[in-house]
Each structure stands twice: as C-alpha cells, then as structure tokens.
C-alpha cells in the first residue's frame, strides 16, 4: 500500500461551438512548452460513436467479443475499452491518466461528472449571457474563468484579447493544487471532520491559503499518544484513538486467551500477517 496519488483536474465546458476545443488545445500547448505531461478526455455525446472503422482488425475484435483492444504502432499506442458499465469515472480516469504519467488531466465536458466537484477547476466557455446565467446557478466550486469567442461583458473574458490571461490563470490552479496534494499527503486521509472542515483536502487548501496548520490533523496530532500501531506492506494505516483502543483490547483479550499467556495490559505485542506462496 502506498499514499493515494492525485493529480490536477481542470474542464472546460460549455455548449456546442462555445470555444471548448480551442481552450483545450491552448491549454494543452502552453502545459508542453513547460515541460507538463497532459492527458486530455472529451465528452463525445454522439450515440454509438467510435473512433474504431468498421472492417478494420481492430473493429473486429470489438465486434468478437473483446472488452478491451490495444493497437501499437512506431507512433502511437491506442486503448479502446467498451464502456460496458457506462461512462468512466472521474477516478477511473484520473488513475489511467496517472499511470500513463500526466501531471494533469484536461476534461472537455462531462459537465453532470463535475459542475457540483468542489475540487475540480472549471473554464466555462459561453456564447452568450443567457447561458452564463445558466451555468452560474449550477456550478459550485473553484471557477478559473467564464470565457466567450465574443464580446459579452466585463465578467467574461473575450478570447481572442483575455486567452493568455486564462492559460496563466488555469497553469497557477494546476500548480496549486499539485502542491494541495502534497499537503494532503501528510494527512491522515480519514476524512474524520475532527479539524473542522469537511474532507482532508479541504484542510489541505486551508494550509496551502494559510489559513490552518498540519497541526489541525487531530489523528497526526495524537498519534504519539496511540498505543496501538497498524501497518499494511510496511506502510503505517492512520487511525483514530477509539479505534487504537479497539484494537488493542480485542488483541490483548483474545492473545490471554491463549493457553500459557498471561497478560499485565502493558506489553508489547506484535501480530504479522504473512503471505505464504501457494502449494504447487
């Protein structure tokens, strides 16, 4: 086991010819040039699409029965899963996109995945203020910027003088929340609400602002006082004092239950799982 890698998630939505694309394709340049590895997933609302040619190999080993093909080239290497279980999740694409080594993930779309994601930074492209209003009830969360092709108003950056504005503005929340995730990472992780925030990224961006300590973490802040200690593949699980208590007195009762075993409450003890290799 090992702590949970996170990466950077940034989308662009909007409707139809809103300037999507465009901002992602800046977006995915101006990342390059400064030397980020950038995975990109578009929403494609088209029934039954694929980007697959009926008749080719490929398209036939789909069509046998093949839940996921990969076809190599000297160029390219492309994946091609069935979405037998509907439209991936938000985590199932941040892994993939992780383990191909992006340092973060650009989605176009896949606006009901993420309109309601606090954590999740968000360019909104629109054509005009009708739909600005629309988006503005919805959305919740980190907003970089509403954005048009067009000239709407002072709230809305026009592309064509304000995208370099964007760029920079989306690069700063990349870096941001890079370094929010370290941070997380010296966390416990439990989520426990002992802090006063809801979730552990949410402290994690109140340190990062300034506005808390990792201190705050209750588990890390008691975690000297615990008398009981659990790790998994030597990684050390964080737990919360009832649970420390838990533990060791169900340890304790069952090992002085032992025959020959008597027990003062104040020893160390040592359980380890181990992992035999199967008989042949």
Known sequence: MAKTVRIPILAILGRRESGKTMMV?????????????????????????SMDIEGKDTWRYSAAGAEVVIAVSDRETTIKIKNTFGIPSLKTMSKFAIEMGADALLLEGFSELVLSDRHIGKIICVRGLEEYAEFKKKIQGQIIAFCSVGELEKNIINLERGLQ????KALDFIVKMKKVYEILNQLAGLDCGKCGRETCQDLSLAIYEGQARIEDCQPLRLKPELETMITVEGVEIPIQPFVSEFVKKTVLGMVSALKGVQLEGDEKVKI????????E
């Open 25 to 49: 394709e800046a977006l995915t340049k101006s990342l390059a040039t400064k030397c980020f590895r950038v995975a990109c997933a578009k929403h494609i609302s088209q029934k039954g699409f």
């Open 165 to 168: 504005n964007v760029i920079q």
């Open 272 to 279: 380890e799982i181990i992992r035999r290799k199967p008989k």
